[in-house]
């Protein structure tokens, strides 16, 4: 890690307050630690409204044999699935501290999945901390889980990584996914596991959405998925991800003439540019509706 990327020396681990219908942590500060005094990067505000799509939400669980245990994971399936016609999938992956239910509940994600004819799975990622391999295969070095760590796997960001991929994989064998659209969203954390695993595996995605991405290596990483369409969502206000961050990604992105839209929202925090605000998701939608692999 680069000390001109990010101050995480000393850093104390910051937990945001997401105001759902409950608490979630999100991802500590890449460019910092939470300042003083301050809970987070959210903003307090009214429970989230419910949409009639969640009753279709399916809370599901699935062997996860290389980990030996049963692992959650949730999925949306719009109405006009057709089992005959190739069908696109998003792929969504939750911030730190948070977990699949919260982050498919975001709003105007399963709206947006049933107007529009997609299917939606929010993986686990191992546990709420487990950071889809963006930090190496081992235990994260940033954001780790407090308290007794003993039943947490050595290789738990292997596992986080896989737990993504096996998800995947049985959405294309249960469904008509088309291979051609097939989509990686997240926040925060999940952000950080968007542009990890997308560069992984860039020949897995038609277009990646990281919004407020909490990412730990190099904007020279990006050679990779050149050739991939990213949208990329950020606060201005952001106390957690520093905006600076990301938008010497974005800089890159810019260099290696790739194909992106950046919204940078004025004032926005760490949590409001997405969890409650279906315009920004409204336009990672039309950005996947452009994109083909």
């Known amino acids: 890690m680069r000390a001109r990327f990010f101050r995480v020396s000393g850093l104390s681990v910051a937990l945001t307050l997401t105001l759902w219908t409950g608490v979630s942590a999100q991802a500590p ?12 990067g959210g903003r307090q505000g009214a429970a989230r409204p419910q949409s009639p799509t969640f009753a279709r939400i399916q809370a599901r669980t699935y062997d ?5 245990t049963p692992m959650p994971y949730e999925v949306y399936v719009s109405t006009k699935y057709d089992a005959s016609k190739p069908t696109p999938l998003i792929i969504a992956l939750h911030g730190l501290g948070s977990n699949p239910t919260q982050l498919i ?5 399963t709206d947006l999945a049933e107007e529009r004819g997609y299917i939606v799975a929010a993986p686990m990622g191992y546990n709420t901390g487990g950071w889809y391999g963006s930090q190496g295969t081992g235990r994260p070095r940033v954001g780790a889980g407090r ?19 096996n998800v995947l994989g049985m959405m ?3 469904f008509n996914v088309d291979g051609s659209r097939i989509y990686l969203f997240g926040h925060s954390m ?9 560069m992984k595996h860039p020949e897995m995605f038609a277009a990646l959405a990281p919004v407020a991405p909490a990412i730990y290596s190099s904007e020279n990483d990006l050679e990779a998925i050149k050739g991939t369409p990213v949208i990329v969502v950020q606060g201005d206000d952001d106390r957690l991800v520093d905006v600076a961050v990301t938008r010497r990604w974005v800089e890159k ?8 839209e950046y919204v940078e929202v004025p004032g926005g925090s760490h949590t409001d540019v997405i969890t409650a605000n279906p315009g920004n998701m409204k336009k990672i939608f039309d950005f996947f509706d452009g994109a083909r692999r």
Request: aromatic share 6%.
């Open 105 to 109: 509940r975001y709003q105007g994600l």
């Open 253 to 260: 992105m810019k260099s290696l003439s790739m194909k992106y």
């Open 172 to 174: 294309r064998t249960e």
């Open 190 to 198: 999940g952000g950080g596991g968007t542009w990890h695993i997308g």
């Open 147 to 165: 308290g007794d760590q003993s039943a947490i796997p050595e290789n738990l960001g292997e596992l986080s990584e896989l737990d993504v991929m």
């Open 64 to 68: 996860f044999k290389e980990a030996g």
């Open 29 to 40: 500060a890449a460019g910092g630690a939470t300042p003083a005094g301050q809970a987070g």
